[in-house]
């Protein structure tokens, strides 16, 4: 990915192999957190046990949460009996997503469909216990000002001298060079093409009057990196992007980091109205190959943006127990959302209209 670290503020996908030494100290807690779902620890309610066809050969004795005491009354009786029910009705619908999974990978779906089908339905499950809210956004498109651009070149137009090539209305490139390296024209092409899902973070009424504030305020009109309606005044720093066994890793990566470089100039963007930059919050940003989610860190090094990797894989919607290690995964992403994430952008909203 040669391309990527031809940008103006490179970004640098590195392998880390001691990852917990290698990420900041904002983004520990939520690492081991992730660690914990990464090895399936304690990710299956011991309700689970007790309904009927649930298979238990595979399932080792940690992977079971521990059982809460419960007083002998029949308020808590009518409670624990809900609370079965609830559960039940739960496993119930991830064994529909898992059955979808399974089809879908047999009868080699699309990507889109895959979207709809499986990763949509999957992540409103797995996320409704919370604020947090997905929004597809294969639709979406980098607002120009934010669009990452080659060293010494403007970002629309990315080597048009050298290639003869330039951006349609719809993100395709018009033109033909054949020294042109596929890298390159992977770079180019992924300054439109966006990535698919996010998740986003509805402000409470303080950030949503900060946030007014300066999208009235700014040309942009976004506190994001993109117009998109649905995260024009909503943060959204955890990103998505799907592929199918038969697509292209690298592809896939170009736009993730062409993304998130893009997110960290819309950041520095609000940060320069209060006349410095600051290092931005680590980012978790997830890749799904079919089933199987891994996670990777954003960092902000300075100069350069690192995108951390070490085949971190947090669950896979194949297999009853890949989508509760998914779940639990997701439990600690958007804790880190509604915590730490929502504490650091309130901050820095703050300081910029102080």
Excluded at 80 to 86: G, I, K, V
């Amino acid at each position: 990915m040669a391309d990527l670290l031809t940008l103006d503020r490179p970004v640098r996908f590195k392998k880390e192999m001691d990852m917990g030494a290698a990420l900041p100290s904002d983004a520990q807690d939520l690492y081991d957190a992730l660690v914990i779902a990464e090895h399936a620890e304690g990710i299956l309610p011991a309700t689970l046990a007790n309904i009927p066809g649930m298979n238990l050969r595979d399932i080792r004795p940690y992977m079971w949460q521990q059982a809460d005491g419960v007083t002998n009354t029949n308020n808590a009786g009518t409670s624990t009996q809900s609370s079965d029910r609830s559960v039940a009705d739960k496993h119930g619908r991830i064994l529909d997503i898992v059955k979808l999974s399974n089809e879908s990978s047999d009868l080699h779906r699309s990507e889109a469909a895959w979207n709809t089908m499986v990763h949509y339905p999957l992540l409103c499950e797995l996320t409704s216990f919370s604020s947090v809210k997905v929004e597809p956004i294969t639709s979406a498109q980098i607002v120009p000002a934010f669009r990452p651009s080659f060293s010494g070149q403007p970002s629309d137009e990315v080597s048009s001298q050298k290639t003869g090539s330039s951006f349609s209305n719809t993100g395709s490139i018009s033109g033909h060079d054949s020294n042109a390296s596929p890298s390159r024209t992977n770079a180019t092409k992924s300054v439109h093409k966006m990535v698919d899902f996010a998740l986003v973070l509805p402000p409470d009424e303080d950030v949503k009057t900060l946030i007014e504030t300066f999208t009235k305020s700014s040309p942009t009109a976004t506190v994001n990196q993109t117009a998109y309606y649905p995260l024009k005044s909503r943060p959204a720093p955890v990103f998505i992007e799907t592929k199918t066994s038969a697509g292209n890793i690298e592809a896939a990566n170009v736009q993730l980091g062409v993304w998130i470089a893009a997110w960290h100039e819309s950041i520095r963007c609000i940060m320069r109205l209060r006349g410095g930059l600051e290092r931005i919050i680590t980012l978790p940003i997830i890749q799904v190959v079919d089933g199987v989610w891994t996670v990777m860190f954003a960092v902000d090094a300075q100069t350069e943006i690192h995108i951390l990797d070490r085949d971190f894989r947090i669950g896979n919607s194949s297999t009853v127990h890949g989508m509760y290690q998914l779940q639990a995964a997701l439990s600690a992403i958007v804790y880190w959302m509604e915590g730490e994430f929502k504490t650091w952008i309130t901050r820095i909203l703050d300081q910029a209209f102080r």
